[in-house]
T-cell receptor, first 111, second 113 residues
Framework: DTAVSQTPKYLVTQMGNDKSIKCEQN?????MYWYKQDSKKFLKIMFS???????INETVPNRFSPKSPDKAHLNLHINSLELGDSAVYFC??????????FGPGTRLTVT | DQQVKQNSPSLSVQEGRISILNCDYT??????FLWYKKYPAEGPTFLIS?????DKNEDGRFTVFLNKSAKHLSLHIVPSQPGDSAVYFC????????????FGTGTKLQVIP
């Protein structure tokens, strides 16, 4: 039974398109995160939500918009995709302050 | 500005021997440290953590050592097994409230049978 799931696993799209990545956790955690792992393998926090409220918002273009409809879901919508958005995006969840549980990642390729 | 650094991108160790993975940090406000393991095409999985009030934490074959004065931590795996072959990420955060976790760039460990 998957703890943190993401869909889709792979996403190939053209520049200028809008796309969404969905994340769900069934661990009962109160905090969810989006990370980006770029080609240099840096794993960087983008956003974090605690009980559906945004608590961390790193310097991310406002083309990226997270949405948390409830505590178990955190979706990432990306407008006007650019080549530099190509990366692996990881969703994670935790109880606030505890270790994080990661999803399997979504590999986004922008052509 | 990379506040958590893993200077060895890769490490090869014989099965049964000790693996030592190193991590340095620059932010003196960090006081909670974690190690994650990542297999290809999977997300990172939590391995072990240590709070700054300790200098050692052990869990089975895995031990993390923290040297606050040197801003250095290390992960020891004894004995190393082929299934330990993965990328290991060091991570650090402050304590309390909404503290983001900062990750290192990872060290790829290969355990040779």
């Amino acid at each position: 039974d998957t703890a943190v799931s993401q869909t889709p696993k792979y996403l190939v799209t053209q520049m200028g398109n809008d796309k969404s990545i969905k994340c769900e956790q069934n661990l009962g955690h109160d905090t969810m995160y989006w990370y980006k792992q770029d080609s240099k393998k840096f794993l960087k926090i983008m956003f974090s939500y605690n009980n559906k409220e945004l608590i961390i918002n790193e310097t991310v273009p406002n083309r990226f918009s997270p949405k948390s409809p409830d505590k178990a879901h955190l979706n990432l919508h990306i407008n006007s995709l650019e080549l530099g958005d190509s990366a692996v995006y990881f969703c994670a969840s935790s109880h606030l302050g505890d270790e994080q549980y990661f999803g399997p990642g979504t590999r986004l390729t922008v052509t | 500005d990379q506040q958590v650094k893993q200077n060895s991108p890769s490490l090869s160790v014989q099965e049964g021997r000790i693996s030592i993975l190193n991590c340095d940090y620059t932010n003196s406000m960090f006081d909670y440290f974690l190690w994650y393991k990542k297999y290809p095409a999977e997300g990172p999985t939590f391995l072990i953590s240590i709070s700054s009030i300790k200098d050692k934490n052990e869990d089975g074959r895995f031990t993390v050592f923290l040297n606050k004065s040197a801003k250095h931590l290390s992960l020891h795996i004894v004995p190393s097994q082929p299934g330990d072959s993965a990328v290991y990420f060091c991570a650090a955060s402050g304590s309390g409230g909404y503290q983001k976790v900062t990750f290192g760039t990872g060290t790829k460990l290969q355990v040779i049978p």
